[in-house]
């Protein structure tokens, strides 16, 4: 799944939603989901602690790489720029450490889902239980996923967490009760359930990802 994953360019109007959430809010979220995708791409893959200094030297190291080889790159713009994703990866890592252990993915995914003030906000035990089977599994619990479609008050972080759940799975099929279920069915069945039940904001950094990771996934199969 995470081969699929396309980046999100550009905001749109929310229509009617029941949350409210600020530019600065969707900037702040949008930054944290950088700082994720940069985790489970760069930095888990190759073996990076996910502690802030490691990370630090994991990105001096390939700023120094980048600057060797040729004499006219603009290292002032280059050093901002890793600097940029080093920092959004260290504030994830220590965002993740609250919760408990930083190398333990769905803490990870919910630093990343989560505004400062919602932090304190534990996930619903049913959430949680679903992530985790997802994430180190790769299975669907149904009568769990049932009641989550049946829900109407998840929280704007729940959501985010089910979602970047998926997003960042390296596989391309469930175990659903011992049959295969693909990721983009089950992805889309719940962009279906966000969508009506208007849980997140149409501009939601999380959203925007999860469908355009959707259309992705179409275009790969068409």
């Known amino acids: 799944m995470v081969a699929w994953l396309s980046r999100a360019v550009g905001l749109t ?12 809010e969707l900037m702040f979220l ?4 950088e700082g994720l995708e940069s985790i489970f791409l760069e930095l888990i893959p190759f073996g990076v602690e996910l502690r802030r200094q ?3 030297d994991y990105y001096d190291k390939r ?3 980048a600057t060797k080889p040729v004499a006219s790159v603009a290292e002032t713009e280059l050093r901002r720029q890793f600097n940029t994703k080093a920092n959004q990866v260290r504030n994830l890592v220590d965002s ?6 930083a190398g333990n993915r ?6 990343a889902a989560s505004l400062p003030a919602e932090r304190n906000k534990p996930l619903h035990s049913i959430i949680a239980e679903f992530c985790q089977k997802l ?10 996923l049932q009641e989550i479609l049946s829900q109407t008050e998840l929280t704007p972080v729940e959501v985010r967490v089910l979602l970047g759940s998926l997003m960042f799975l ?4 469930l175990d659903n009760g011992g049959q295969p279920m693909l990721v983009c069915d089950l992805l889309n069945q719940l962009l279906n359930f966000i969508s009506s039940s208007k849980l997140l904001e149409v501009n939601d950094p999380f959203l925007i990802e999860a469908q355009c990771a959707l259309e992705a996934i179409k275009e790969e199969s068409t």
Do not use: C, H, K, M
């Not at 949008?30 to 989901?33: N, V």
């Not at 993740?96 to 252990?101: C, D, H, I, L, V």
């Open 13 to 24: 109007t929310p229509r009617g939603n029941t949350v409210s959430i600020s530019q600065e």
């Open 135 to 144: 994430i180190y599994e790769g299975a669907v619990d149904q009568s769990s």
């Open 63 to 65: 700023f120094d790489n």
């Open 54 to 56: 490691q990370v630090q």
């Open 30 to 33: 949008q930054s944290q989901l």
């Open 96 to 101: 993740a450490e609250s919760f408990g252990e």
């Open 106 to 111: 769905l803490n990870l995914i919910r630093a």
């Open 170 to 173: 390296i596989v391309d099929e």
